[in-house]
């Protein structure tokens, strides 16, 4: 298995770009579900855009640039209501990323 890091940065770049065009698709793809599958979301994936560009980014920038719109407006048209089984689902798979 191959080291992430060896990974050309164009590649890298290209795959990340898939990520937020098939993220910006799958609205029915709520976050409370990534997180729980996944422990990450939309919002993470912005963040670490924002941490990854070294200031040139705001925390909102990034989640935009992963959004395609600000992340008040995402949250407005499409996010529903999360279910008790969800939030605690998140929870428990936040806990295995510390």
């Not at 770049?13 to 409370?32: E, I, K, P, T």
């Not at 925390?59 to 407006?73: I, K, L, P």
Request: glycine share 6%; with cysteine; aromatic share 8%.
């Amino acid at each position: 298995m191959s080291d992430i890091d060896h990974i050309d940065d164009r590649v890298a770049a290209a795959a990340f770009r898939r990520l937020v065009r098939h993220l910006r698709h799958r609205h029915d793809a709520q976050n409370v579900e990534l997180m729980g599958l996944a422990g990450f979301c939309r919002n993470c994936l912005g963040d670490w855009l924002a941490e990854a560009s070294e200031g040139a980014l705001t925390r909102d920038e990034g989640r935009a640039a992963v959004y395609g719109m600000a992340y008040a407006e995402w949250k407005a048209r499409f996010q529903t209501e999360a279910s008790p089984e969800q939030l605690a689902l998140m929870q428990e798979s936040v806990a295995k990323n510390a």
